[in-house]
């Protein structure tokens, strides 16, 4: 037998024998810390009142809208009694969403607020759920955590970059857990692949790629305007807050969605739930090299933000995204995950690992089926009750955050500007092509912001 053949050989008993004695389990997997351990990561110490694995958690809300009202303080908290978190004050600029979170809290008008700073300095909350709009995020996040709370932050972590890494250096010196709301970190699917792609068991990382596709006839994001909301009703200079002065208009309130001051839309609303997976999948998620974006708005000329939208991003380990969205077309991309030696497909609760030609005769076919959590709001947010009780990295930490918000904020600033851009996680630059630095997109800094 030849030395190639033995190496081979050696090579094929090597990788199958550690499939079989490297098994994963895949049922109620969690994020492990060594996902994450990039030197420029640390940690600061806890501050604040130390809680036990059976400790009640007292929480507030803040923004008790939509997503606020229904999936926090609703199916996050009261449709969860064995978790032993009790919910004792509510906040939002628009008194009606006030009275209504007490309502549904049993609390009284003592207990609601207009301003969240009076909500963050009550000493008996230890945990903040913030579901108010994008660009409020920031703010709301650190002194929340320069309160002593812990955080809940509804994706996307911020409106803009500069604010992100604001919010990642608060958690870095607070040391408070902050679990970003994206749903889809705590399906199980991506945990398993996680732990193939860190083991080796694709080869080097190839290409990612995911969609997220809708099509509305009446156009995404027109919801219905509550004729109880007038001018006299809220602050509208307090809802605006970072963004520059205009006059009040309802329909901003209710669809801010569609509208550049406050959101970046496609990408920060539907994207953000396709970055974090895919990235958390790597194993390793790492900071993008470079990113571009193309977006068209030809079909609902009633917004100012795309309505078809594609990002693809390049990472220093050579792995590369592409992802798709759109608000005017169901037909998307496949899940799959691409290596050297295999590619994983994934499919509902259903992930396959297929060898490349190539290896066959090295990677063994693999099936997992009901690969469990499915994903959930509640499983979600049920990990971030773990992670404040019991210390361990909740699932959409902020390490994961802080990379994945660079990816789409790099892919607005590249749709809006028309550059593709390149960023240095060392020292926070972007620069286009040419090696010009390119100032971060924030408030006020183009027309519609």
Not at 4 to 27: E, P, Y
Not at 277 to 305: Q, S, W, Y
């Amino acid at each position: 037998m030849s030395n190639d053949q033995n190496r081979k050989k050696d090579s094929t008993f090597s990788r199958r024998n550690f499939l079989k004695t490297g098994s994963i389990a895949a049922a109620a997997i969690t994020a492990s810390p060594t996902l994450f351990n990039s030197p420029v990561i640390g940690k600061a110490p806890a501050t604040g009142k130390v809680l036990g694995a059976n400790d009640r958690l007292v929480a507030g809300f803040i923004g008790v809208g939509g997503q606020g009202f229904n999936a926090h303080l609703r199916r996050g908290v009261l449709e969860q009694p064995d978790q032993n978190v009790v919910g004792a004050a509510v906040c939002d600029v628009w008194s009606k969403y006030v009275d209504r979170g007490l309502e549904k809290l049993e609390l009284g008008s003592e207990n609601g607020y207009t301003d969240y700073r009076k909500l963050l300095d009550r000493n008996d909350i230890d945990i903040i759920f913030i579901g108010s709009v994008d660009h409020w995020h920031a703010k709301q996040a650190i002194d929340a955590m320069d309160a002593g709370k812990h955080v809940y932050l509804e994706k996307p972590m911020t409106r803009y970059l500069d604010e992100a890494f604001d919010v990642y250096d608060a958690a870095k010196r607070t040391g408070k857990v902050v679990q970003i709301g994206s749903q889809y970190c705590t399906e199980g699917k991506w945990h398993l692949a996680a732990e193939m792609v860190r083991n080796g068991r694709i080869g080097a990382p190839v290409l990612a790629q995911d969609s997220y596709m809708r099509n509305n006839p009446n156009g995404e994001w027109n919801y219905e305007i509550d004729p109880d909301l007038t001018s006299d009703a809220l602050n509208w200079e307090d809802w605006l807050g970072p963004v520059s002065s205009r006059p009040f208009s309802a329909d901003q309130y209710f669809r801010w969605r569609k509208y550049y001051p406050y959101c970046s839309g496609i990408l920060g609303d539907l994207l953000a739930h396709r970055v974090h997976p895919l990235m958390l999948a790597t194993g390793n998620p790492e900071f993008p090299h470079r990113v571009a974006a193309i977006g068209t708005r030809k079909i609902t000329p009633d917004r100012d933000v795309s309505d078809n939208t594609q990002l693809m991003a390049e990472f220093p380990s050579g792995l590369s995204m592409i992802i798709t969205g759109s608000t005017v077309n169901e037909q998307g991309l496949g899940q799959v995950f691409r290596g050297h030696e295999a590619t994983l497909y994934f499919a509902g609760n259903r992930l396959e690992l297929r060898p490349e030609r190539p290896f066959a005769d090295l990677v063994d076919l693999e099936v997992h089926e009901d690969i469990q959590p499915e994903v959930s709001v509640p499983d979600h947010i049920v990990n971030f009750f773990d992670a404040v009780r019991n210390g361990i990295v909740p699932n959409g930490n902020i390490d994961l955050g802080i990379r994945v918000q660079t990816v789409l904020s790099l892919a607005e600033m590249s749709e809006r500007l028309g550059h593709m851009l390149y960023f240095d996680s060392e020292t926070r630059t972007i620069t286009n092509g040419s090696g010009t630095v390119i100032d971060p997109i924030t408030y006020g800094t183009l027309e519609l912001s």
